[in-house]
Nanobody, 124 residues
């Protein structure tokens, strides 16, 4: 089964740091664009940072200078280093990726995948 699994969330005080990880699991041949989104209760999901297959990176303005996105294609992982966290960063964080993967015998497709998310809470 092809899936994305996030980890690394938790409770942290304002000014603290967390490192989120996203692992791609399954028979995966290629990973194209990857990204981190977040969703606060009652709000729409928001793009936090994206990284292309070629390494091009973009961030939402509110996290520039504080968050760093990276990927390790050999290990099929993506990371989000979050520093100087603020209460407004509290949200559930999701990873997403477009991947070419095997869904079964002779069934190889390029699809967009989402993880189930990991909760980040920034509070005193």
């Amino acid at each position: 089964q092809v899936q994305l699994v996030e980890s690394g969330g938790g409770l942290v005080q304002p000014g603290g740091s967390l490192r989120l990880s996203c692992a791609a699991v399954g028979l995966i041949f290629r990973i194209n664009d990857m990204a981190w989104y977040r969703q606060r209760p009652g709000e729409q999901r928001e793009l936090v940072a994206g990284i292309s297959e070629g390494g091009a990176i973009n961030y939402v303005d509110s996290v520039k200078g504080r968050f760093t996105i990276s990927r390790d294609d050999a290990k099929k992982r993506m990371f989000l280093q979050m520093n100087n966290l603020k209460p407004d960063d509290t949200a559930r964080y999701f990873c997403t990726a477009q991947m070419e993967a095997s869904l079964g015998s002779h069934d190889i497709r390029v699809l967009d995948y989402w993880g189930h998310g990991t909760q980040v809470t920034v509070a005193s």
